[in-house]
């Protein structure tokens, strides 16, 4: 066998498997709807504002209703010391 | 066509025995070049993923929650704020929300602790979420206690225990009766952590929130927007770790290409004038060198994104955990849904196999133009 042939086979291989990851994709997607109409019940129920991703600092775990100076507020001058403050940014707020 | 087919499949025979003779190096180059892909992909993945599936979830958040502000501070909220914000037009439903953080000195954890508006419990009832009951070994039946504001132990049974597969948004949850919570945190009756919302018309909430800014000068309005616009931004390229990596991966990028341009070896000098004086044209070398940025962009490219998929969407993005975990003891165990955009793929495309291909061809266009004789001298 050619290096061509096994080269570009192992291409098609490859662009073939991409293919079949985005139809993966899909099909995975198709079967987390009911899940995901589950959890936004959840969400709707219980009124909940955040995603439940960093438990360590209050800021952290309700991102989107945490005051922009509460990493910083031991002192002025003092560091946002939980990890998952280097991972989020602030919220966002009207001005 | 057929001719210039066959030529392109003999350009690649000898592209892939001239790679061939160099294995190690180019495997080694294969190999990292390929994880440099698999990190961003990954990156890009499970964060576009996440984005999309708050984005989805959170939607169905209140529309606008009121928090009180006192010297700068969150406050409890006075039950009469609901009376003295007066009748907004708009507003269809106004409540207040109970909850807040309990901190667990046995595992050095933080849940959340909320009081449910539609389902009744009994006041020594609780129903947790799935990630607590897993670091507490927690089930249907058992008694978990809680320290009052107070010192006093109280022990509620656990009534149920929230679907495993809300852990996303409920992993921490506590949800109590309004008694039990009012007792364990000695919050008293009339005040709430905050209120709830609903406006009728989506178009009217930035007026009904300017209303009740008007009407109560020391409370700030969060809009539903605003929480889905925060969770838009979560880990963008600009912030954070992100920007780290990204930064490491264009560096890495910028070192190959730097290598790569800035001159061949006189081993590759002295194919080139062969080549040449065997009868190749510049075209042909040129050809040549294209097929092999091509063929190890391209196969790094597949390569690290197909690991990427199988890291982020089969595996959870288990190398993720402990950047996201940080010192956090409850984390969730989540399968992200697969939403993939299209755009970011070609552009991760686009960034990884096109600056080392065209960094390949130059630094030997320059050679291959020049006479044989002269290279080979």
Request: hydrophobic content about 50%; aromatic content about 10%; some cysteine.
């Amino acid at each position: 066998m050619r290096h061509s042939d096994r080269v570009l086979a192992l291409l098609a291989g490859g662009l073939l498997l991409l293919a079949a990851s985005g139809l993966d994709a899909g099909l995975r997607r198709q079967a987390a709807v009911a899940e995901l109409r589950q959890q936004r019940a959840t969400v709707q129920a219980l009124e909940l504002t955040d995603l439940c991703l960093f438990t360590e600092a209050r800021y952290t775990r309700h991102l989107s209703q945490a005051d922009l100076h509460t990493p910083f507020q031991d002192h002025p001058l003092a560091f946002d010391h939980f990890p998952s403050g280097s991972l989020v940014s602030p919220p966002l707020r009207r001005e | 066509m057929q001719h210039y087919l066959a030529r392109q499949r003999y350009l690649i025979d000898y592209t892939v025995a001239s790679l061939l003779r160099h294995r190690s190096k180019n495997l080694g180059l294969l190999l990292v070049y390929t994880l440099v892909v698999f990190m961003l992909a990954s990156v890009m993945l499970f964060t576009h993923s996440l984005r999309q599936e708050a984005e989805q979830l959170l939607s169905a958040a209140p529309e606008i929650v009121l928090q009180r502000l006192l010297a700068g501070r969150q406050e409890l909220v006075p039950a009469s704020y609901l009376e003295q914000m007066g009748r907004i037009r708009g507003v269809s439903e106004r409540h207040g929300r109970l909850w807040g953080y309990y901190y667990d000195p046995v595992v050095r954890a933080n849940y959340t602790v909320l009081v449910p508006r539609d389902r009744p419990l009994a006041a020594d009832e609780i129903v947790v979420g799935a990630g607590l009951a897993r670091s507490r070994g927690l089930g249907h039946g058992d008694f978990l206690s809680l320290r009052a504001s107070d010192g006093r132990p109280v022990a509620f049974r656990v009534a149920d225990t929230l679907a495993a597969d809300s852990e996303l948004i409920s992993a921490d949850l506590i949800l109590m009766a309004e008694a039990s919570f009012r007792d364990l945190f000695a919050i008293p009756a009339g005040y709430y952590t905050d209120l709830a919302l609903s406006v009728r018309n989506p178009r009217e909430v930035r007026t009904v929130a300017e209303k009740l800014t008007l009407a109560l000068p020391d409370t700030r309005p969060i809009l539903r927007s605003e929480i889905l616009r925060t969770y838009a931004t979560l880990f963008s390229w600009r912030q954070g770790i992100v920007l780290v990596l990204l930064a490491g991966a264009l560096l890495a990028f910028v070192i190959f290409a730097w290598d790569k341009a800035s001159g061949l070896s006189a081993e590759e000098r002295r194919e080139i004038g062969i080549l040449k004086a065997v009868g190749w044209e510049t075209a042909d070398v040129i050809g040549m060198k294209f097929w092999e940025g091509a063929l190890i962009s391209l196969g790094a490219f597949l390569l690290g994104y197909l690991l990427a998929y199988l890291h982020v969407f089969y595996l959870d993005a288990g190398l993720f955990e402990p950047v996201l975990k940080g010192w956090a003891v409850l984390y969730p165990s989540f399968h992200p849904v697969p939403f993939i955009d299209g755009l970011q793929v070609a552009t991760l495309f686009f960034f990884t196999v096109f600056p080392y291909t065209v960094a390949t061809i130059i630094p030997i266009w320059r050679a291959a133009t020049t006479d044989p004789d002269a290279v080979m001298r």
